[in-house]
């Protein structure tokens, strides 16, 4: 089946530091792919919309400038996050559309900002 | 805009036991839905999906869904838990054209022997 992998699991970065996620599709190519963020114990939230060789869409209220998503390639996509702050401090997950319908998740990265 | 309804944040099994786990959905068209489950500090496994046809989806694991148009739902079931089913679910709706998935927030299971 389509497995997406996603690195790394898990960073402990300083504030005012950037970090980045990488989401590959291995088996297969994703236009689209879509990054989420999930704190403790709540549901996932669409964070931005990325689409290969585009810029990312992002939703309402997610700040573009802070979250750099680039997705050069029909493979991977990957999360900046700029400037990181505590609050900054989450699970990521990405997850990548293949075929018709089908989506495939990442194991996700948990960052902590200190 | 799509929305979606799990309506039980946590739910206690005993092992052996069968499962429902409710899901309910706003779509105008007809949805593409989903059920996925996510371990601690884990990523989401699909679980199963329905796109049209059959309105009972089986999946992995011994679960199996039934797409129900005339009262917006999806529950999943299983018929006998086991303790590995510990685990948050989640289901989600698509749609075709907008391509992103809505979330639930998510029922969390717990097993007890």
């Known amino acids: 089946g389509a497995v997406v992998s996603q690195h790394p699991s898990w960073v402990i970065c300083k504030s005012g530091t950037s970090v980045k996620i990488e989401c590959r599709s291995l088996?297969?190519?994703?236009?689209?792919m879509f990054w989420y963020r999930q704190f403790p114990k709540q549901s996932l939230m669409l964070m931005a919309t990325?689409?290969?060789?585009?810029?990312?869409?992002?939703e309402q209220g997610v700040e573009k400038d802070k979250f750099l998503i680039n997705h050069a390639s029909l493979t991977l996509s990957t999360l900046t996050v700029t400037s990181a702050h505590p609050e900054d401090s989450s699970f990521y997950i990405c997850?990548?559309?293949?075929?018709?319908?089908?989506?495939?998740f990442g194991s996700g990265t948990r960052l902590t900002v200190v | 805009a799509q929305s979606v309804t799990q309506p039980d944040i946590h739910i206690t099994v005993s092992e052996g036991a069968s499962l429902e786990l409710r899901c309910n959905y706003s779509?105008?068209?007809?949805?593409?839905l989903f059920w996925y489950v996510q371990s601690p500090g884990q990523g989401l496994q699909l679980l199963l999906k329905?796109?049209?046809?059959?309105?009972l989806v089986q999946g992995i694991k011994g679960f199996e869904a039934e797409f129900k148009r005339s009262q917006s739902s999806f529950n999943l079931r299983k018929p006998s838990v086991h303790w590995s089913d510990a685990a948050e679910y989640f289901c989600?709706?698509?749609?075709?054209?907008?391509?992103?998935?809505?979330f639930g927030t998510g029922t969390r299971l717990t097993i007890i022997p």
């Open positions: 997850s990548a559309r293949e075929g018709q319908g089908g989506y495939t």
């Open positions: 088996d297969f190519q994703a236009t689209t």
């Open positions: 990325s689409n290969e060789g585009s810029k990312a869409t992002y």
């Open positions: 779509y105008g068209a007809t949805p593409y």
């Open positions: 329905y796109f049209s046809g059959d309105t």
């Open positions: 989600a709706v698509g749609n075709f054209g907008n391509e992103k998935l809505t």
